[in-house]
Nanobody, 125 residues
Framework: QVRLVESGGGLVQAGGSLRLSCAVSGGTFSSYTMGWFRQAPGKEREFVSGISRSGDSTTYYDSVKGRFFISRDNTKNTVYLQMSNLKPEDTAVYYC??????????????????WGQGTQVTVSS
């Protein structure tokens, strides 16, 4: 059974940084496209960033471009989201997800097969 476990969330002041990690077990990590999503209270879960199987292709939601950076280490079965210059509107539960069929970064959560439990990120003003 594939399992995704996020870590690295927390409380940070506006302008600060956090690094999220998502460790994947039980499957073939290098065969998954990986994505980060977030969900704020009362809002839909939205795509934040995604990375291809090899890591050579990345995609970002417009509001995080230039501030967030996604990467992966296929030797450690882990995907990362480095978040800088955080803003209060970045406050949300952040989820990582794995997609095993299409091989390209997709922004619709419906395409992802496996999900983590989420990690809370709170940015104070």
């Amino acid at each position: 059974q594939v399992r995704l476990v996020e870590s690295g969330g927390g409380l940070v002041q506006a302008g600060g940084s956090l690094r999220l990690s998502c460790a994947v077990s039980g499957g073939t990590f290098s065969s998954y496209t990986m994505g980060w999503f977030r969900q704020a209270p009362g809002k839909e879960r939205e795509f934040v960033s995604g990375i291809s199987r090899s890591g050579d292709s990345t995609t970002y939601y417009d509001s995080v471009k230039g501030r967030f950076f996604i990467s992966r280490d296929n030797t450690k079965n882990t995907v990362y989201l480095q978040m800088s210059n955080l803003k209060p509107e970045d406050t949300a539960v952040y989820y990582c997800a794995a997609e095993r069929h299409f091989g390209v970064v997709l922004q619709s959560r419906a395409h992802y097969d496996y999900w983590g439990q989420g990690t809370q990120v709170t940015v104070s003003s």
